[in-house]
């Protein structure tokens, strides 16, 4: 597993046979001012691009530090590995966000391999100021019955849908979220018979992201074929901003598992299966190498 300090970014994690189970760019920057263009994103204070500032947020662009003393954290698992980082303003964020705050990820590895990811966001503003923000890693929600779930369309002006397709197949740009999903989500590799399983806590939506063909070009930092192997399946909360009041603190968990597809068999539904011709999954944000994203049941 490999961790930057910038956006706090998983950039890589290895299964026990040296295979890569996330997507990075072949194009991706590792420096300000982009974010890291695949791993895992981090969507905060916003997710998309309203308001004055940046895109997304500034978590994902900003050099974060380690975190020395972190308070407990209520985790009975144990791990094989584990990183503390920590994120506060600076100066210049103000102008763009004027809330203080303290954003606390551990990053972690179980030992059978899993990733476990733990955000805690407290408002530390002193003159009693309230917030409210969305998030998102551009991935814990149980996908139940996709055939009948709610979705903005982000590629029409964010206009409610139900889906109604038995299966979505990605044959074109796909940019949906998902809202009030359930807290687990599985994506199928078929050509990898691989199946990853996405757990949620905190962050009721879900964005399922991938550019395709034309918009592949017109992204300065992503290759023209990589469409083709990634899907962004971001576990998000998008639709209700969660509100901290001063003192406040919020927690968002996401256990991202990689195991192969035969373990999955008998608990998926195929009538609620997501299927992909060539591709694609980012909990927003997961990137992974995937072909197919499913729900289990
Ligand atoms: O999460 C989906 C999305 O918001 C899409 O609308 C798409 O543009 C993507 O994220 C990538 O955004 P970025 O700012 O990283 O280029």
């Not at 970014?9 to 974010?35: C, I, R």
């Not at 409610?160 to 994506?187: C, G, H, M, W």
Request: overall charge negative.
């Amino acid at each position: 597993m490999q961790v930057y300090l910038y956006g706090a970014n998983v950039t890589s994690w290895k299964n026990d046979h040296g295979e890569e189970l996330l997507f990075v760019s072949s194009k991706a920057v590792f420096k300000p001012p982009k974010a890291i263009r695949g791993g895992i994103p981090i969507c905060f204070p916003q997710v998309g691009g309203l308001g004055n500032f940046e895109q997304h947020g500034f978590a994902r662009t900003r050099v974060w530090t380690i975190d020395q003393n972190p308070p407990p954290l209520q985790e009975s698992n144990s791990y094989r590995a584990f990183v503390d980082l920590i994120l506060r303003p600076s100066e210049g964020d103000f102008k763009f966000w004027p809330h203080s705050y303290e954003f606390r990820l551990r990053v972690a590895l179980t030992p059978g391999g899993d990733i476990i990811l733990i955000s805690r966001i407290r408002n530390t503003n002193r003159d009693g100021k309230p917030f409210t923000f969305t998030y998102a890693f551009h991935t814990e929600v149980r996908v139940e019955g996709l055939e009948t779930m709610d979705y903005l369309d982000n590629l029409k002006g964010k206009e409610r849908f139900t889906e109604q397709a038995d299966a979505l197949t990605f044959e074109s740009e796909v940019d949906k979220t998902y809202v009030s999903t359930p807290n687990k989500i599985a994506i199928i590799d078929h050509e990898k018979k691989r199946t990853y399983v996405v757990w949620k806590e905190g962050m009721p939506d879900a964005v399922v992201w991938n550019p395709w063909d034309k918009k592949a070009k017109a992204i300065a930092d992503f290759g023209d074929d990589e469409y083709k192997h990634m899907l962004c399946v971001e576990p998000a909360a998008i639709e209700d901003p969660i509100p901290l009041k001063p003192g406040e603190e919020w927690t968002g968990r996401m256990h991202l598992s990689a195991v192969p597809s035969s373990y999955c068999s008998g608990q998926l539904d195929p009538k609620r299966v997501l299927y992909g011709t060539n591709c694609c999954i980012y909990l927003i944000a997961v990137w992974q190498r995937v072909s197919t994203v499913s729900s289990i049941t």
